[in-house]
């Protein structure tokens, strides 16, 4: 005679509660993975960065004239962190050898048979170290070299330290803007010195090619965000930089202004949150580097489409 077995079966309210708790689980494996996404993810992405350049302005040369292009300020002009031909003032003057297609053919070179390069970017140094710089290196020209001058300048006066000494001229991070009014005036008096230096260095002309200051939150002003000490103030001081660049750009005809601000918003740390004001949904990348401070090499691609498209609307009148 054969034992009979029976399969005891839990009830459905289990079954329910098991699918319930699976359910929970995945539900915050996902929140925890979409939080992890939308608050640290920088994706660089591949391909051309930045704003097309028109291949029409490249066609014949603008002048036969000798040109300098030099390059003054700090480390984003220098090409810090990048192969030597990607900083964005060599691919001013010559296309690398990897140039991107739309690229081909779009540089200074291409347009100014005598031109020459020179650099006197260096990286990490402030506006107080740039108007010395020019003062005491940079010698006057000959009467027969047109300048093309390309400059970024500021952007260090305001972080240097980040906040671990307190705040001072050359070194603001921390500042509240009433603390930084008087250094806001000595950066206008001495961009305006600047400006005239190179003007007393090129007899036969210059055209000078100053971009304002980036802003790597995005717009949002939380230094916390990329690991910085708290800066409430920060926008406020970067506004007030950027409004000197933009006044010596409208007071002067032969300063042009590059908006690199604006070029760079949504492309910062913030990149990748799709609700934020400048969030860039055809290319929703990150252009900074490894220290926030610089750009990666989209990024100097993209500085480099920005200048070459100011400097192209001068075009034959350089002649």
Known sequence: MQESSTVVRPPARRWRRLGLLILLGLVLILAVLAYRHFRFARPVGRGPAGPPVDEASFAKNWTARKVLLLGV???????????????????LADNPRDEWPD???????????????????????????????????????????????????????????????????????????????????????????????????????????????????????DPPSAGLPPWKDCLAVVGAYNEVIHRAADARPNVHLVPMHDAFLGHGV??????????????PTYWYGWNLEDPNDRGYDAIRRLFLIEIARLGPSLD
């Open 270 to 283: 913030h990149c990748a949150q799709p609700w934020r004001e400048h969030y860039r949904r055809d290319d």
């Open 103 to 221: 690229m081909q053919g779009r540089c200074l070179r291409r347009v100014l048979p005598n031109l020459s390069v020179r650099n006197e970017a260096v990286p990490g140094s402030t506006s107080l170290d740039h108007v010395k710089i020019i003062r005491e290196r940079f010698e006057k020209q000959d009467a027969d070299t047109l300048g093309l001058v390309v400059m970024t300048t500021g952007g260090n006066d305001l972080i240097h330290d980040y906040g671990r000494r307190p705040p001072r001229e050359g070194a603001m991070y921390g500042a509240t803007l009433e603390e930084a009014r008087p250094w806001v005036e000595a950066f206008e008096r001495r961009l305006d010195e600047m400006l005239d230096l190179l003007d007393d260095r090129f007899p036969g002309g210059c055209h000078v090619f100053l971009a304002d200051i980036y802003d790597p939150s995005d717009g949002v002003g």
């Open 73 to 91: 300020g700090d480390s984003v002009t220098a090409g810090f962190g990048v192969a030597r031909d990607h900083g964005y003032v060599a691919r």
